[in-house]
């Protein structure tokens, strides 16, 4: 993934997504509920990695603040 930053807060996303470390990136071990990609911009559908921050986030029903 060419973008190092969450598209939801704006921070570093920590994703190894294009490296040859994706297969054991943490992202890749994760439940993504669908209802979060609610809040990532159109633009950045498909191109930006949300950061473990915003997942666990929304997992515990806590608001993301930006």
């Known amino acids: 993934m060419e973008n190092k930053y969450c598209p939801i807060c704006g ?3 920590m994703c190894m997504a294009g490296t040859s470390e994706s297969e054991h990136c943490w992202c890749n071990m994760e ?3 669908k209802e979060i990609f609610k809040l990532v911009p159109v633009e950045s559908i498909r191109k930006h990695c ?3 921050k915003c997942l666990n986030t929304f997992k515990e029903g806590q608001k993301i603040v930006k």
Do not use: T
Request: hydrophobic share 20%.
């Open 11 to 13: 921070e570093e996303n």
């Open 31 to 33: 439940q993504f509920p």
């Open 50 to 52: 949300i950061c473990k």
